[in-house]
């Protein structure tokens, strides 16, 4: 591993930095590369997943790496360009500006539940930036990392971008080399362990975590279009997402009808029940595990447990296919409103006003997204004001992440840092500030030794000095 990084070391320290052309081509061979090995990329996802839909996987993973690559390759021109910046009037003879230089070697840790798309994004950035990448994927999904290592291979050299596999103890030797900066998508428990290997060597991170991202539904818009927003967002890869809704608010008044439009648009979308072909099973064992222990410990504390859709008993049952369910009836003592749920099960809370919304979500951690459904009134400009999340969507869910311009990112134990539009690739630059003296220079005329010249400049600047 540590041969690798530096292996790429010395060939960034030999090449240089490379220019517009080098760095566009890059983007277009991995252009080239993602779709020449899209169909088999999905059938890998499938066996990993034990069942993905194919279009689940285009939607949602290819689609979001091509537009990405356009965008990045589209834009580097003006992203590359040196930017001028301000002089005050006692410097006006010299100039100033910022250069983005690329950092070096990027590592990229790479999470299970979209390992194309959570691979490739982060590594165009890199790329875009003119910096070489190592990447770790997630050994859940060991069909699709030995397929994205052999995709790799056909587009770059070692030296330019490598894939390294492994377990937990591969990965937590990957978190502690000396990159010149580590991006790392997961779990918060994880990052934290991540953060403190790569304190070792001072590497700069992003942090990309999750957490329990809430959906705010203002009273009387509990309708069939929100609702089936809503379900689209948890639903999606059966809610293994990082930006899923994880819970619900809705006003007490509409409780019944959301309880009513979630089922019945779950059996829209899945007509089949857990077993449609486009529902998307659990990971492992473990994690399905997981999540029949929270809807356990949820029903013994008092929760409604209600199965969402086409019940799964009507059906034979896929493995590790887990059904969607509501909980009703939650509180903060059950381990589903604790921990970051990742699967299809939608906790909803009621509330009276607002206010109790805004409350609620500031008395836990800051969520990765926070998403609100209703007019764009005075109760959507409070919450937007008076929380902090790391993106928000407005009648929509998931949506932000597809925005290619917007930044992508988590706040406090959501994450740190952000990837997508052009804070992706300064987060992989080196902002490098340049000064550039003129032929005049006014501050030469304040070198020692000081006498009136100095005690002018000091008064013009600072005002006269106060006798205390």
């Not at 003006?78 to 690329?102: D, K, L, N, T, W």
């Not at 979209?114 to 770790?136: D, E, Q, S, V």
């Not at 925005?403 to 990112?409: A, I, N, S, Y």
Request: charged content about 20%.
């Amino acid at each position: 591993m540590i041969d690798t990084l530096q292996r790429q070391r010395a060939a960034f320290l030999r090449d240089g930095t490379p220019d517009l052309a080098r760095r566009r081509q890059h983007l277009a061979t991995l252009r080239t590369a993602v779709l020449a090995y899209r169909t088999e990329v999905a059938a890998a996802i499938s066996v990993d997943f034990g069942n993905r839909s194919r279009h689940e996987t285009a939607i949602m993973e290819l689609t979001g790496a091509i537009q990405s690559i356009d965008y990045l390759s589209r834009r580097l021109r003006r992203f590359m360009q040196p930017q001028r910046r301000h002089v005050s009037i006692f410097y006006r003879a010299g100039s100033a500006h910022v250069e983005y230089q690329p950092k070096g070697v990027i590592g990229i840790m790479a999470p299970w539940n979209y390992p194309l798309a959570l691979t490739i994004i982060p590594l165009a950035t890199a790329l875009a930036a003119g910096n070489r990448a190592m990447i770790k994927p997630s050994e859940l999904t060991p069909h699709t990392s030995d397929t994205i290592q052999r995709l790799l291979a056909d587009c770059f050299e070692p030296d330019e971008v490598a894939v390294i596999q492994g377990g937990a103890e591969a990965g937590a030797a990957f978190s502690g080399l000396p990159f010149d900066h580590l991006l790392f998508t997961g779990s918060t428990a994880v990052g934290r362990k991540v953060m403190q290997a790569a304190s070792e060597h001072l590497v700069p991170l992003t942090l990309e975590l999750g957490g329990k991202s809430p959906a705010v539904i203002a009273r009387g818009h509990v309708n069939r279009q929100n609702i089936s927003s809503l379900v689209y967002g948890k639903l999606s890869n059966a809610g293994q997402t990082c930006v899923a809704p994880d819970y619900a608010l809705v006003h007490e008044s509409d409780l019944d009808n959301l309880i009513s439009l979630y089922t019945s648009t779950v059996a829209d979308f899945y007509p089949a029940g857990p077993t449609s072909v486009d529902y998307t099973s659990i990971i492992s064992q473990r994690h399905f595990d997981r999540l029949t222990s929270l809807v356990e410990d949820a029903q013994r504390q008092g929760a409604r447990v209600i199965t969402a859709g086409v019940a799964p008993e009507s059906a034979v049952l896929r493995a590790r296919s887990f059904a969607p369910m509501l909980l009703v009836n939650v509180d903060e003592q059950m381990a589903v409103m604790q921990e970051e749920i990742f699967g299809p099960i939608l906790p909803v809370r009621t509330y009276r006003t607002m206010g109790d919304v805004i409350g609620y979500i500031n008395a836990g951690p800051r969520p990765l997204a926070l998403y609100y459904f209703g007019t764009q009134d005075a109760d959507c400009r409070a919450l937007l004001d008076r929380t902090t999340s790391g993106n928000v969507g407005i009648n929509n869910t998931l949506m932000h992440v597809a925005q290619d311009d917007l930044p992508f990112g988590g706040i406090g134990p959501s994450g740190m840092g952000a990837y997508h539009g052009i804070e992706g690739f300064r987060a992989m630059s080196h902002a490098k500030g340049v000064y550039v003296q003129g032929r005049w220079s006014f501050p030469r005329l304040l070198h020692a030794p000081f006498g009136k010249l100095a005690e002018l400049a000091i008064r013009v600047t600072l005002g006269p000095a106060e006798n205390r």
